[in-house]
């Protein structure tokens, strides 16, 4: 797997994305928490990871995959099984998928790039019957274990379902529905904060996410654009 260590690897946009995004979320770790160095560190993490899939690097299901770990301690601390399930349980072993689909469609040998791809319609109606299943389904599970603010947990696994199987499937729209979870997660984690400001921290995380996911569709949309093109030319 490419890492790509060039020092022009990113432009100055994402580098500028990337060092905002740090930097909000140490200085929030520092005022609202000092003490969850297990929350600051799956805040960093992912902040990476979605700098390089914005790039389309394999390299950043790997650090999603170790985000995904990190967050499902911090969710099980704070009764929030839904989101422990949903990234132990599906994020992570999806972007573990998505990290061998991504490596073995390269985009002209570029191990550095995946091909993006494409859904038809009658695959994303398949898809979103499909999430109707798993929320059903995982509604039942949560409300079985109790989970703390139920609609927007169980509103968060639609969209991270939606979001894990277009990363699998390549397709840009992934980046979309992440962004669409991170508002849902903006709303659960401002409930917690509610009852402990400590998770003011975790509220900032997912407003960095934010930026970076929206970004990322912009840069993944740019990629589908040059690849067609380059495509059409050969």
Known sequence: MQIAHKLNYFTRTEKTLWTTSVLCIVISFLYFNRANYMTLAASLVGAT??????KGNPFGQVLMIAFSALYGIISWQF?????????VGMTGPMAAF????????PYNGNHAEVKVGSISWREAAFMVALSGVVTLLFYHILKAFGTANIVPSTVSVTTSFIAVYLTFR??????LAYAANDLVLILLWSLAALQSPAYLSVVVCFMAFLANDLYGFVSWQRMRMRQCGSRQTA
């Not at 990871?49 to 914005?54: N, V």
């Not at 009764?79 to 990234?87: L, N, R, S, V, W």
């Not at 998505?98 to 469609?105: C, E, F, Q």
């Open 49 to 54: 990871s979605l700098i390089y899939c914005a």
């Open 79 to 87: 009764a929030y099984y839904g989101e422990m399930i949903t990234y």
């Open 170 to 175: 390549r397709c840009a729209y992934f980046a």
């Open 98 to 105: 998505s990290l061998v689909t991504w490596m073995r469609n």
